[in-house]
């Protein structure tokens, strides 16, 4: 316990927030160590060394290994870990767009399904338009039913009457459905790098893609397991991102951004059908139709055998092959894929389950803000997917790819409420997405948000960052206790994912799973997904379910819509059942084996679990407990039936004693003791009752301080112990039981005393430091200015960009900040006429030649504008000058930067020396730095000595840190925002400086979040 405490106070590196770090810009070894140096300081763990948008070092140039280089050689000088990314932006596959652009051999391919409708007993003809795509055949087939869409007889090749890009066939008497299938290559431009994705499931081409990703990487091979630890893959798939949203085949173009070719499209490979004819001993093309149709009972059969074809081949392609480069020189291998719902995750992997098996440390990807809920249930698949692999596997850590997308005003509370989030469904990695080298230009809106040096709050980011590493901590200690065993009905997906040629994106079974994955987290039934191809290599171990190699088991298996299963899988079921495992199945009982010529065998085995009707529990000599039903409300139907199949593993209820859905809780076991992760997913605050049949010694863990100490406990009539608790918004508690006797009960903690209390000045002192800002977005733009022109001796080679902006009084501290500008000489023009390719004018007078910013990115430029500022009325013209190069322009806004405040109508006017209230209120809407408040306070000697003295600051509205008589006594990145201040506090006057940092939204968003001190502040004097 002695080693936790302490690792816990400060979590090791290999538990602390690894970035994404986007190299975005030029790479300089100054810069490059510099932002290293300041990642350690803030308590970052490592990085992952991401190629992105704005990279201006050619990409696995000599240059660009040389900056990795002295970045894993900084990294290592500070033990902090190194993970390469395997990919020039992203999704992972082409090389930046450059592997495929160049070998279009290796682009991606889909099956197009397009559709016609035929009258027969005359000559149908239509032009079609092939549209890059090869034509494979053209079959037909008899309707006879319209209404169900259903077929008789056999399906017809009628392909030999496609010719010159005309159909022209004469069709017998009746109504036909005639359906070509394309060969169609994917899109351009969905790799955003303007190339073509990669064919995951063609070998030579990911041969093709390690060759030129990976292999240069050998040259740091003396850190491989040391500095370097792995290799990051980014979203690869069967199918990319115009198959994960759209189910035709985009074709934008300028003239019409919304085109798409005509059907529904699946995932293909070069020679898909020589390849399956070797795997499944039978020829597909007569039966393709089937793949979108309902061709009678050997449908699902077909779609199953489709599915476990394009799943093998792009795992044993795509991450079989690069997980063995890595594993061959001792790296991990990780990554994320497009992950949810289950349609689209099973269209672009079609087993996630075979992905995730093939990592190191088992990922997920998690976009913007927010967690899962009854309304929002995709949030909990792509966490629980991850986790549950890693849990079956015994594989210690669960990855994610954290907060992107976000936007710029996502705070650090914000953030809490979603990393919590992820730790309670079994995340123990966080990679923050991210940390951008440079924000210039268009990289700041590059799926922000940035977590590093431009973000107000970065001062502060060490309490984030060791906050996050607790949460690692805990969460890779000993094994995640689940009660059941969710299985995936991906199967069924197979069978029902298209109904008549159209896609089926909501089927039952996808309802079902979402639906039981809220409702079990919400009734504190802790659980895993399992797939129907791990099943059958589960252990039955007294009564439960489990897995080699894992200390994981389940008293439960939940079927949710698992009409279609394999005979394998249902003979496993039958065993755990047969030993007393309990069973429950929602929706459809299985009825349908994925093999052919099983659907008896499988009902024989269903029959024999399920002996009882709907809603009535069968129970076996075993005690094995076997329940069916569809009901209407899922998660009422498992909150009353749940009990008589499973003990809880714990409850968490209201005052009324009513089970509480918005308190979720992860429990693990391990020699430090039973550890249980109890996270409000609420912004409100929140109280409950928790209760778990664990007797031993209850200790709280703060998450925020590394501290520990005793809880109030009681033990209730079921000999359960139980602790009251208080939740603030968004807020983790952790509870650890050291297992053993009993203690007696705490009934209640000593609470201090209150002597006295001293109000603080509600006015404050008030410095905005770094400077204030102000947005100029709104320009006048003269074209070819020859007005302009002439004045500087360039006539026609001159645009002009002029603005007015108001000042009340002197300001002498004011620069003029320009992003994604250059300044540089003029072909000619400017050699003769000594002008730069912009220049600033500040009421007719020219300015100094910008310099690199000391605000916010030095990769923006300033110049220093205060001397040339009148009280009222002020003049910019920004002119930008060129002949033999491209014009270029103002492309963002400008900001004045400085010793100013701007009041409602946008006059800048001299700075506030005071403040009372929230600065963003009162003259600083827009900035983008720690506003400090300054004010003394008398504290008398009679009230120090054996007391505690506590400020409460009143409503913080940001991340505060606390400075008393110059010594930092505290920081609170979300509330409480209470500091005990007895260390710092002396007789006599007192200065109190409380410093509040917002985000970057108020600036790059020009949002107006509240932001800074409001209410009353306190001292209090505790005894």
Not at 763 to 769: K, L, N, S
Request: proline residues 6%; hydrophobic residues 40%.
């Amino acid at each position: 316990m002695d080693d936790f405490a302490q690792q816990f106070l400060d979590p090791p590196r290999q538990y602390r927030p690894v970035p994404f770090w986007f190299l975005n810009h030029r790479l300089e070894e100054d810069r490059l160590r510099w932002q290293i140096r300041e990642m350690a300081t803030k308590g970052v763990g490592g990085v992952v060394l991401h190629a992105r948008h704005g990279l201006q070092t050619p990409y696995m140039s000599d240059e660009w290994m040389r900056a990795i280089e002295i970045c894993v050689e900084e990294l290592g000088r500070h033990g902090m870990e190194a993970w390469l990314y395997d990919e020039d932006n992203w999704p992972s596959g082409t090389y930046g767009g450059k592997l495929t652009r160049e070998n279009p051999q290796f682009r991606m391919r889909y099956l197009r399904v397009q559709s016609l409708r035929v009258a027969g007993g005359v000559t149908f003809q239509t032009t079609l338009q092939p549209d890059d795509n090869t034509l494979l055949c053209i079959q037909a087939v008899r309707i006879a039913d319209e209404g169900s869409l259903a077929f008789q007889g056999d399906v017809r090749d009628i392909t030999e009457r496609y010719q010159d890009g005309r159909l022209r066939w004469e069709a017998p008497p009746g109504s036909w459905l005639v359906a070509l299938f394309w060969e169609c290559p994917v899109a351009a431009k969905v790799t955003f790098a303007n190339g073509y994705y990669l064919d995951t499931m063609n070998e030579e081409a990911v041969e093709a893609f390690r060759r030129l990703a990976y292999d240069p990487y050998d040259r740091l091979s003396a850190e491989f397991g040391q500095t370097i630890k792995g290799v990051f893959t980014d979203e690869p798939g069967l199918m990319i991102h115009d198959g994960f949203f759209k189910t035709q085949a985009m074709r934008t173009t300028v003239q019409d951004l919304q085109r798409v070719l005509p059907g529904v499209v699946l995932a293909w490979t070069r020679d898909f059908e020589t390849k399956f004819r070797a795997m499944h001993g039978y020829d597909l093309r007569p039966h393709l139709l089937g793949l979108v149709y309902d061709v009678g009972p050997d449908t699902g059969k077909l779609r199953a055998d489709y599915f476990r074809a394009i799943g093998t081949w792009y795992v044993e392609s795509y991450h079989g092959k690069l997980s063995l480069w890595c594993h061959e020189r001792g790296l991990e291998y990780i990554g994320h894929t497009l992950e949810e719902p289950l349609f689209k995750q099973v269209r672009t992997q079609g087993n996630q389950t075979w992905v995730l098996t093939t990592m190191d440390r088992p990922g997920l990807d998690y976009l913007g803000h927010g967690v899962g809920t009854r309304d929002n249930p995709f949030r909990i698949l792509s966490g629980k997917c991850a986790a549950s692999v890693a849990h079956t596997q015994g594989k210690p850590r669960v990855m994610c790819e954290a907060f992107g997308g976000s936007g710029h005003g996502h705070t650090l509370l914000d953030r809490r409420l979603d990393a919590n989030f992820m730790a309670a469904l079994g995340v123990n990695m966080f990679i923050p997405h991210a940390f951008y080298y440079s924000f210039e230009g268009f990289r700041k809106t590059d799926w922000p948000p940035t977590e590093f040096y431009h973000q107000p709050y970065w001062e502060f980011y060490k309490e984030f960052a060791d906050y996050l590493g607790r949460l690692s901590l805990v969460q890779s200690l000993g094994h995640h206790v689940s009660v059941a065993a969710v299985l995936s009905p991906n199967k069924t997906m197979y069978a029902d994912m298209f109904r008549q040629g159209q896609a089926n994106e909501t089927p039952e079974c996808q309802q079902l799973m979402e639906q039981v994955s809220e409702a079990l987290l919400s009734l504190h039934y802790d659980y895993d997904f399992i797939d129907d191809t791990q099943l059958p290599l589960a252990e039955v171990r007294d009564g439960e379910l489990a897995f080699p190699g894992s200390e994981e088991t389940y008293m439960v298996v939940v079927l949710p819509g698992a009409r279609v299963m394999s005979l394998a899988a249902a003979t496993r079921l039958r065993e755990f059942h047969e030993a007393g495992g309990s069973i429950i199945a929602l929706g459809e009982l299985p009825s349908e084996a994925d093999e052919r010529g099983q659907d008896e065998a499988l009902r024989s085995i269903i029959a024999g679990i399920f002996t009882e009707r709907d809603g009535q529990a069968s129970t076996n000599p075993a005690g094995g407990h076997a329940l069916h039903s569809r009901p209407k409300r899922v998660q009422e139907w498992l909150e009353r039936h749940l009990p008589e199949v499973a003990a809880a593993d714990v409850t968490i209820r209201n005052a009324e004693g009513r089970n509480l859905d918005s308190i979720i809780c992860c429990h693990r076991s391990s020699a430090v003791g039973e550890s249980y992760l109890l996270v409000n997913r609420t912004k409100e605050p929140q109280s409950c009752v928790f209760a778990c049949p664990v007797q031993g010694r209850v200790q709280e863990w703060s998450l925020e301080t590394g501290e520990s100490a005793p809880v109030v406990t009681r033990v209730n009539d079921e000999d359960w112990l139980e602790v009251e608790l208080e939740f603030e918004e968004a807020e983790a508690r952790l509870l650890i039981i050291t297992p053993g006797a009993m203690p007696e009960e705490i009934a209640e903690l000593p609470t201090p005393t209150v002597l006295d209390n001293l109000p603080l000045q509600p006015t404050w002192g008030f410095e905005a430091v770094g400077g204030n800002v102000a947005i100029l977005d709104r320009w006048e733009f003269t074209a070819r200015d020859i007005e302009a022109g002439n004045a500087l001796h360039v006539p026609e080679k001159v645009n002009t960009y002029r603005t007015v902006f108001q000042t009340a009084g002197r300001l002498d501290d004011v620069r003029l900040v320009l992003d994604d500008i250059e300044q540089w000489i003029p072909s000619h023009v400017g050699f003769l006429s000594g002008i730069r390719s912009l220049e600033v004018f500040v009421n007719g007078q020219q300015v100094p030649p910008l310099e690199p910013s000391r605000w916010q990115d030095p990769d923006y430029l300033w110049v220093q504008i205060g001397p040339y500022l009148e009280p009222g009325s002020n003049l910019i013209e920004i002119a930008t000058i060129s002949l033999l190069n491209p014009m270029h322009g103002l492309r963002e806004p400008v900001y004045l930067v400085g010793a100013f405040a701007v009041d409602e109508a946008g006059v800048l006017a001299p700075e506030r020396g005071k403040m009372r209230g929230l600065h963003t209120d009162h003259g600083y809407a827009h900035f983008a730095g720690i506003a400090r408040y300054r004010q003394t306070v008398d504290i008398p000697a009679r009230l120090l000595g054996d007391t505690r003295v506590v400020l409460d600051p009143g409503e913080v509205l940001g991340c505060l840190r606390v400075i008393v008589n110059g010594k930092v006594v505290g920081t609170r990145i979300w509330p409480p925002y209470e500091v005990d201040i007895t260390s710092a506090a002396r007789a006599g006057s007192n200065e109190i400086v409380l410093e509040v940092a917002g985000t970057v939204g108020n600036l790059y968003s020009k949002e107006t979040v509240p932001t800074g001190i409001c209410g009353q502040a306190v001292i209090w004097v505790l005894g």
